[in-house]
């Protein structure tokens, strides 16, 4: 658990990339949520989400992604999760956060998305 890492990236046109490695849960979703509100005081809206290497997702670390999708969207961005591992993308269902995330499996279609490009 002591294995929990967060790196974030700027892409192209204003996108930028958050990859997480490890479980997201009731002793890590504050360090992602610190992490999408520093990104949010630099007015980085458009966040693509790597979620490749995140073994297990609980409800605080899904409630991190409830709670920023709103202000994300409200000015003008998204947040588009790529590569969820079966488990993970299964939470996801369950909770419905399916039908409000772009769940995709590639950065290039992810960003095109968020740019319209």
Do not use: C, H
């Not at 002591?2 to 504050?30: C, H, M, P, R, W």
């Not at 073994?55 to 991190?64: E, L, M, P, R």
């Not at 079966?86 to 740019?115: C, H, M, R, W, Y």
């Amino acid at each position: 658990m002591g294995d929990f890492q967060i790196n974030t990236q700027k892409l192209s046109e204003g996108v930028t990339s958050i990859s997480i490695k490890g479980f997201l849960d009731a002793y890590t979703y504050s360090e992602f949520e610190q992490t999408i509100n520093n990104l949010f005081n630099q007015k980085q809206y458009k966040l693509v989400v790597d979620m490749s290497n995140v073994d297990y997702i609980s409800s605080a670390g899904a409630g991190v992604f409830i709670g920023a999708i709103g202000l994300a969207q409200e000015n003008n961005g998204n947040i588009i999760i790529i590569r969820p591992k079966p488990g993970v993308k299964e939470v996801f269902d369950l909770l419905g956060l399916s039908q409000i995330f772009t769940i995709t499996n590639n950065l290039e279609s992810a960003i095109k998305t968020l740019t319209g490009k």
